[in-house]
């Protein structure tokens, strides 16, 4: 379907370039084809001009001809005749007003020269607005955040965080039903911060915090802020919130906030005035959600002592999490899961590799798993021993 359109949109670009180029070429062509003039010498010229016999005179520029004349002449024709007349043009500078002072009426056509001057001035301006257009369209495009209706993601999905999911569902009711205990002097969160080593299922638990409670999700990181252009940063930050209002009830998810939400430093630099920028705008926008409003921030962070406290203080981010490596139940569980598909051996239990994995993030077991089921692969053996294991706990 894209090859079509693509395909499609070439015709069109093909058809469009020669309808131009015909339309010009026409244009220019038009008088030395079908407008003919008869030639007189230049004494008669000025002798019908001291008898007052000339109704209109066309005068083409002095350098080089008319657009419209096609050539450094003099275009003319007299009281009562509807002729057209030719003769050379002297370029005199007093000729426009002698004229003007008999009361002929005068054109003056532009040269060729100053036409395509200005047809190539404004395709100049057409082509450098037409970039800046399509650059701040990348750079704050309407679908810079997508929304995503339905991540397929539930609770069942997410090992581990029992503790974390019960605290979640009154939060999950709130965003269901915000008017009803609006009504009860309880607002839903603005914001809840999950802090976390990488690779522990911060991503999964906001999918599933979504899925469950069947809202409205948009997933952003801090990446998605940043832009060569300054103040581009803080119109994203507009722009997201603006969705989410328009979205809600809505997740909002901030993947790496410390990469946006750093403590403000006014030294006067670029990238610390940009930074300062994108702070400020999320204050502003966090303080701007009310009570009923059904938008609720999850930022996810590494390092919580990296964010400014003005960010993170209660009335913005009203609840922190934090999202701890699996403990060995959650380990059984996750070695369960990774290895559907794959071939321990009998001697590889999943209770002898959830002790090998202790202090183990989730995607880090995952990833040990797949290692080990390569090296099989690798020795051509269908299974993988505790051993491979061990190798591969070495080399991820």
């Known amino acids: 379907m894209n090859l079509k359109n693509k395909k499609s949109r070439k015709i069109f670009t093909g058809i469009m370039l020669v309808l131009v180029l015909v339309i010009c070429g026409g244009y220019f062509a038009w ?27 066309e005068l ?29 043009n002297p370029n005199s500078p007093l000729l426009h007003e002698i004229l003007l002072r008999k009361g002929v009426e005068v054109k003056v056509e532009q040269s060729a020269t100053e036409l395509f001057s200005v047809i190539f001035d404004f395709l100049f301006y057409a082509f450098f607005f037409g970039v800046i257009i399509v650059v701040f369209r990348k750079f704050i495009s309407p679908n810079t955040f997508k929304v995503v209706h339905n991540t397929g993601v539930k609770f069942d999905n997410v090992v581990g965080m029992d ?34 080593e990488p690779g522990n299922g911060k991503t999964l638990f906001a999918k599933a915090l979504a899925g469950e409670a069947k809202v409205n999700f948009i997933p952003a990181k801090a990446t998605d802020f940043e832009s060569m252009f300054m103040a581009i940063g803080p119109m994203k930050v507009k722009l997201l919130f ?18 946006i939400g750093t403590i403000r430093n006014y030294s006067g630099s670029a990238i610390e005035t940009e930074n300062t920028r994108i702070v400020t705008a999320l204050l502003n926008e966090l303080d701007g959600f009310e009570a009923t409003n059904g938008v609720l921030v999850l930022a996810a962070t590494n390092s919580i002592k990296a964010l400014d406290p003005a960010l993170i203080r209660p009335g913005r981010f009203d609840a922190r999490f934090t999202v701890p490596y699996p403990d060995y139940g959650a380990r059984l569980k996750l070695v369960e899961m990774y290895c559907c598909g794959k071939n321990p051996a009998q001697t590889c239990t999943a209770e002898q590799m959830a002790k090998l994995f202790d202090g183990f993030s989730c995607a880090k077991i995952e990833s040990v798993l797949n290692r080990a089921a390569l090296i099989a692969g690798q020795e051509n053996r269908i299974e993988f021993n505790l051993e491979d294991v061990r190798r591969a706990c070495k080399e991820v």
């Open 31 to 57: 008088p030395y084809l079908f407008e003919k003039s008869e030639y007189v010498p230049y004494t008669d010229f000025y002798n019908f001009i001291e008898n007052n016999e000339l109704e209109t005179v």
């Open 242 to 259: 603006k969705k989410a209002r328009r979205r809600a009830p809505c997740i909002v998810f901030i993947d790496e906030f410390d990469g």
């Open 163 to 196: 503790n974390l999911k019960r605290d979640m569902v009154q939060v999950m009711k709130i965003m269901q039903n915000p008017e009803a205990y609006a009504k009860k002097g309880v607002r839903m969160p603005k914001g809840i911060l999950l802090e976390g």
């Open 60 to 88: 083409s520029s002095a350098d080089g001809g008319s657009a419209f004349g096609g050539g450094n002449k003099i275009v003319f024709t007299k009281k009562g005749d509807t002729k057209k007349y030719s003769t050379d």
